[in-house]
């Protein structure tokens, strides 16, 4: 059973327009959240996190949101440029554990 | 620069044939672990390491092994592979367990016919 879900396998959007990628987990135990981006023939790296002390965290385009209640949290990309086209995984962790747990992944294509 | 590197990148075996594939990290990084990665499963952890010696299992463990002799170096280990290992892995490290970023290698396709 999939603890963390990324329920969008892809998503297509317009240069300029904002992408919007959503996780939802089921754990509650999850206190720290992570999102890594993917480019083909590479390995992830990471983009932003978020720790369940705060619903909201921004680095430059990319700002995480989380809402524990509903055990759900989102990316935004804004603007989205060419470059981000890539598959983005959601992650998630506990404090007191040792391993991250990621989601299946969302392909974003951002058209120019 | 800081990286970490998997050996071979690519990989087509046989049933049975013991294979190995490589990981090394240039971080001093404490937390080394493997992963596998298939459509739409996302990453699933197959081993970590905490440490030198320090080993255990991740959430698909069977039919793997791995070692962690030096801080550096953390192998895969496959005795026996079968087809349904067929998969991209990466191996990723990080200062500590993983609740801070992971730094992964570029990956290893390989394909057990």
């Known amino acids: 059973d999939q603890q963390v879900k990324q329920n969008s396998p892809s998503l297509s959007v317009q240069e300029g327009r904002i992408s919007i990628l959503n996780c939802d987990y089921t754990?509650?135990?999850?206190?720290?959240f992570l999102w890594y981006k993917k480019y083909p023939a590479e390995g992830p790296t990471f983009l932003i996190s978020?720790?369940?002390?705060?619903d909201k965290n921004e680095d430059g385009r990319f700002t995480v949101f989380l809402n524990k209640s509903a055990k759900h949290l989102s990316l935004h990309i804004v603007p989205s440029q060419p470059g981000d086209s890539a598959v983005y995984f959601c992650?998630?962790?506990?404090?007191?554990?040792?391993?991250?747990?990621f989601g299946g992944g969302t392909r974003v294509l951002v058209k120019p | 620069e800081a990286q970490v590197t998997q050996n071979p990148r690519y990989l087509i075996t046989v049933t049975g044939k013991k294979l190995t594939v490589t990981c090394s990290q240039n971080?001093?990084?404490?937390?080394m672990s493997w992963y596998r990665q298939d459509p739409g499963l996302g990453l699933r952890q197959i081993y970590y390491?905490?440490?030198?010696?320090?080993?255990d299992k991740g959430d698909v463990p069977e039919g793997y092994k791995v070692s962690r002799k030096e801080k550096r170096n953390f192998p895969l280990i496959l005795e026996s592979p079968s087809p349904n290992q067929t998969s991209l892995y990466f191996c990723?490290?990080?200062?500590?367990?993983?609740?801070?970023?992971?730094?992964f290698g570029p990956g290893t396709r390989l394909t057990v016919t």
């Open positions: 992650a998630a962790s506990q404090a007191a554990g040792n391993k991250l747990t």
């Open positions: 390491s905490m440490n030198v010696e320090v080993t």
């Open positions: 754990n509650s135990m999850f206190d720290y």
């Open positions: 971080m001093n990084h404490e937390y």
């Open positions: 978020i720790s369940s002390i705060k």
């Open positions: 990723a490290s990080s200062w500590d367990r993983g609740v801070n970023e992971q730094y």
